[in-house]
């Protein structure tokens, strides 16, 4: 597609449920990352899948977050046993190359809501 | 990563030129200046990237300082829709993290 496709946009889930989060990158683009931003806060890292290498998952925080890339393109990012201060936007961005030098293209997000 | 500083916020006037600066003196020699903006409830949008030269792309045109502790993102004929923050971020080659601050919120007055 044109741009980074997240689904669903928004999600409300009751406190303990199990949530998955879908990134469709641009077609081509070998770099995808995961990032979320709470109310009024900066954008936090959370993960970065680049090919067929391990990803770095140094931003999860916690071990209730985990993440896959299916096949080098589309990801799912699960949280199990949502809290409330899971809530937030999860962001999904992908870039053509890993590198200083290339640009993200972020999708539109997902909002999450833990009640 | 070595850190910006922006300005919280500023206004221009519509279809006016707008140039937001950024400090960014603990620069490093291999760091490249990324240029990013949020419109209300979207993700963050490229908006301009570069190294060391001055560069110009369709939304926007990047002037670095001679010594790079310094740049300057220069939107050429603001319009309403130009309102967002902005953030000026270092990229580090082989850190793949984007550390976001809390940029420059800008304000079109019409």
């Known amino acids: 597609g044109a741009g980074v496709s997240q689904s669903p946009s928004n999600k409300v889930t009751e406190k303990g449920k199990d949530v998955e989060l879908r990134c469709d990158p641009i077609?081509?683009?070998?770099?995808l990352y995961w990032y979320r931003q709470s109310l009024g806060q900066g954008l936090e890292f959370l993960i970065y899948?680049?090919?067929?290498?391990?990803?770095?998952k140094s931003g999860l925080p916690s071990d209730r977050f985990s993440a896959e890339r299916t096949g080098g393109s589309v990801s799912t990012l699960t949280i199990q046993r949502t809290q409330q201060e899971d809530s937030a936007v999860y962001l999904c961005?992908?870039?053509?190359?890993?590198?200083?030098?290339?640009?993200?293209?972020f999708g539109s997000g997902t909002r999450l809501t833990v009640v | 990563d070595a850190k910006t500083t922006q300005p919280n916020s500023m206004e221009s006037n519509e279809e006016e030129p707008v140039h937001l600066p950024c400090n960014h003196s603990?620069?490093?020699?291999?760091?490249?200046i990324h240029w990013y903006r949020q419109l209300p409830s979207q993700g963050p949008e490229y908006v301009i990237h570069?190294?060391?030269s001055n560069v110009n792309n369709r939304m926007a045109s990047l002037a670095i300082a001679e010594d790079r502790k310094s740049s300057t993102l220069i939107l050429h004929r603001a319009t309403l829709r130009d309102a967002a923050v902005y953030y000026c971020?270092?990229?580090?080659?082989?850190?793949?993290?984007?550390?976001f601050g809390t940029g420059t919120r800008l304000t079109i007055i019409p």
């Open positions: 961005a992908s870039s053509l190359y890993p590198g200083a030098e290339y640009g993200y293209t």
């Open positions: 077609s081509g683009h070998t770099a």
């Open positions: 899948f680049q090919g067929n290498s391990a990803p770095d």
């Open positions: 603990t620069i490093s020699g291999t760091d490249y």
């Open positions: 570069g190294l060391t």
């Open positions: 971020i270092l990229r580090t080659f082989g850190n793949e993290k984007l550390t």
